[in-house]
């Protein structure tokens, strides 16, 4: 094993200096790997030690370059290799798994030394639990959230050109997708609902107040999957979306870890709710104990708008 280096694979839809920033707590020199277009080989020349660019891939999705990656990553040897959470970072690291014979290490949130190996905080089941591992006695292959950035050297490194040799696959169509619902990780403001709400017509109390405050609706799953008085798109938690707003409002949520999950990102966390043992209570930065139906309007009133 190379212990002087880290590598890190790039795919065009990676954010590769959110790579960097993980294999430079390795203190070693970075390398990265790039299947895709010289364009993303330029952006990331500024941030690492040396660029190895498998060339144009013209019409060949990032999987056809698949063994490229692997034979190059396994021939170095390095301490670690790095990619990204995306479609196109989760086939190559797979097959650089296979080919190191180690196995992908996914939902990783930090990653440091402890001698000679190399100790990796990982979330699991969605968030609910989280493990540290020990890779030792070989490369750590590792599949991380790319979204950090990194300040660029102005220095670039040189891009090298590897020879490679993809597989016959190619892309023949690209297909559009429309999006029907809304993009709740987009928002500043989410105020989610749960159990506590009595009827369907009653979804326009927390839209009222969604509205005053600038924000999206959002439920847990029982609304979305069991009553359908929202759409799933609306569904936060472990099968559901995932938010990170400025403020979340839980409005008659419990507080499970099934639905706190997808909020744990949030800045700051208000819960409106009857029973004061709700376990939401535990888990908000400010909380209101009353019932929403006179809770939520007299706050969307205070806001400025109609309940």
């Not at 707590?25 to 990265?32: I, Q």
């Not at 499970?256 to 800045?267: I, P, S, T, Y």
């Amino acid at each position: 094993m190379n212990a002087a280096q880290s590598w890190i694979v790039v795919a065009d839809d990676a954010a590769a200096t959110g790579l960097v920033e993980v294999a430079r707590t390795l203190g070693t020199e970075v390398v990265a790997v790039v299947a895709g277009r010289r364009a993303v080989a330029e952006a990331v020349a500024g941030v690492v030690d040396r660029v190895l660019w498998l060339g144009e891939p013209g019409t060949a999705p990032v999987e056809a370059f698949a063994p490229d990656v692997a034979r190059l990553v396994a021939e170095a040897a390095p301490r670690a290799v790095v990619g990204a959470t995306t479609p196109g970072g989760r086939a190559l690291l797979g097959a650089v798994g296979a080919a190191l014979r180690s196995p992908v290490l996914a939902g990783v949130e930090r990653v440091e030394l402890a001698g000679d190996d190399v100790v990796v905080t990982r979330s699991v089941l969605g968030g609910i639990s989280q493990h540290r591992t020990a890779v030792a006695g070989g490369p750590a292959v590792l599949a991380v959230d790319a979204g950090a950035a990194v300040a660029v050297s102005d220095t670039a490194a040189a891009v090298e050109e590897v020879a490679a040799t993809p597989l016959p696959a190619q892309v023949v169509e690209v297909r559009p997708t429309t999006v029907a619902g809304v993009d709740l990780g987009a928002a500043r403001v989410v105020v989610g609902v749960g159990r506590g709400l009595k009827a369907r017509e009653d979804v326009a109390l927390i839209s009222g107040l969604a509205g005053a405050l600038g924000g999206e609706v959002a439920c847990s799953r029982p609304l979305a999957e069991g009553v359908d008085w929202l759409p799933k798109d609306r569904y936060i938690g472990i099968s559901g979306q995932r938010v990170s707003p400025e403020l979340y409002v839980a409005v008659g949520i419990s507080g499970q870890l099934q639905h706190m999950v997808g909020v744990r990102e949030a800045k700051v966390i208000v819960a409106v709710n009857s029973d004061k043992a709700a376990p939401v209570f535990a888990q908000c930065d400010y909380g209101i104990v009353g019932d929403l139906y006179q809770v939520v309007p007299a706050l969307t009133a205070a806001l400025g708008g109609t309940a």
